[in-house]
């Protein structure tokens, strides 16, 4: 099943291999992205779907040195190669809006944007900056009422510049201990408003932005990506996450959204999901249910067989192999990924890895 066509929404897949987010730092210091960054995406349009990088909505969401981003023009215009190369290579491409919220450092925004979070608590770990190194991250100014309702028209203009720019749709980055997670997170979370203090209250911004965003492009353009129970970025379990992911699911499938993109981070030395989780989100959701987090070529076709997923995704293995999709069917072997050049900027250990002779990548 994992080389089978699959229909998402209104757009065709070759496959039902995903391209997971992986941030690059490929973009220059303003966040706009580069030419290598064509040639990468291009290089894997073999993949069914490709999810980008995360990409900041705002110049408030770039927190990290050289991601990019999508609120301005430059931005709009320089990823419109990029869409293009993948679209002329046959591929499809979401890209991935990531607000990153408190894990960030004033070094790496744009002059005048600030650092934000659902609560006014600084992140433990530090931020890496171009300018000065590794830096404590940044004390973040807790959003108000007012400008939460700001933060969700600025998702809207980045999804309707990703559609601009040619983008097959968006995923939202509602994982990973950034903007959304910070709502969604009751260990950080402890708002008073609209935004806190229950269960249906966390879940109450990634509502807002979902269904905003569905509405400006189409919900069938609109993907949401989650992981419950993940400790990244200061992030980890509490009480009633398993009932808050299955609500918050539920009013997901509702709105139609194209996907639901679940992380289990079991694979990077988090704890195990809780075994029924993964299908209990699915059927809560009721749509196109992806899976990732260290899968390889068995756990994934696996997954397919049985019904738990209806795509699945792949990270590291595609970062170091443009022609993953071949070398699977081939049974071949996999380059192994250079770990020192995941964050470093040029072409190195990006788009440099050897593919197979007489593969298309």
Avoid: C
């Avoid at 990290?64 to 709009?76: D, F, K, S, T, W």
């Avoid at 679209?87 to 894990?103: N, V």
């Amino acid at each position: 099943m994992l080389f089978e066509p699959y229909t998402l929404g209104r757009i065709s897949l070759r496959n039902r291999v995903v391209m997971a987010p992986m941030t690059r730092n490929r973009a220059t210091a303003e966040h706009v992205p580069t030419p290598i960054m064509a040639t990468y995406y291009a290089q894997r349009a073999t993949i069914g779907l490709i999810v980008t990088e995360g990409v900041a909505p705002s110049a408030d969401g770039a927190g990290y040195a050289r991601i990019p981003g999508l609120y301005n023009a430059a931005q709009v215009e320089a990823w419109k190669p990029v869409t293009k190369g993948v679209h002329d290579a046959g591929g499809k491409i979401f890209a991935q809006l990531m607000h990153t919220g408190r894990a960030s450092h004033v070094n790496n925004l744009p002059a005048g944007a600030r650092v934000v979070s659902s609560a006014a608590v600084t992140l433990a770990d530090p931020i890496y900056t171009d300018s000065n190194g590794l830096q404590p991250a940044s004390a973040p100014h807790a959003l108000s009422t007012a400008e939460v309702a700001t933060v969700v028209q600025e998702f809207v203009a980045a999804a309707t510049h990703a559609i601009d720019a040619g983008f097959d749709g968006i995923e939202l980055h509602a994982a990973n201990g950034y903007l959304i997670e910070q709502f969604l997170n009751a260990n950080l979370n402890t708002r008073t408003d609209a935004y806190g203090g229950s269960a249906t209250n966390r879940n109450r911004f990634a509502l807002e932005v979902a269904t905003a965003t569905a509405h400006a492009i189409g919900a069938d353009r609109v993907g949401l990506r989650v992981s419950p129970h993940g400790g990244f970025n200061g992030m980890g379990t509490f009480d009633g996450v398993d009932e808050q992911f299955r609500a918050l699911a539920k009013d997901l499938g509702a709105l139609g959204l194209a996907y639901l993109h679940l992380v289990n981070h079991e694979s990077m030395g988090n704890p195990p999901l809780p075994a029924a989780l993964p299908s209990q989100l699915k059927e809560a959701f009721g749509g196109t249910f992806i899976a990732s987090g260290g899968l390889d070529h068995d756990s994934a076709e696996a997954l397919l067989q049985r019904g738990a997923a209806d795509l699945v995704a792949f990270g590291r293995p595609v970062l170091a192999n443009p022609d993953f999709v071949a070398r699977v069917q081939r049974n071949a072997a996999l380059n192994a990924p250079d770990f020192s050049t995941f964050y470093t900027p040029g072409e190195k250990g990006y788009t440099d890895y050897p593919v197979l002779a007489g593969s298309a990548s």
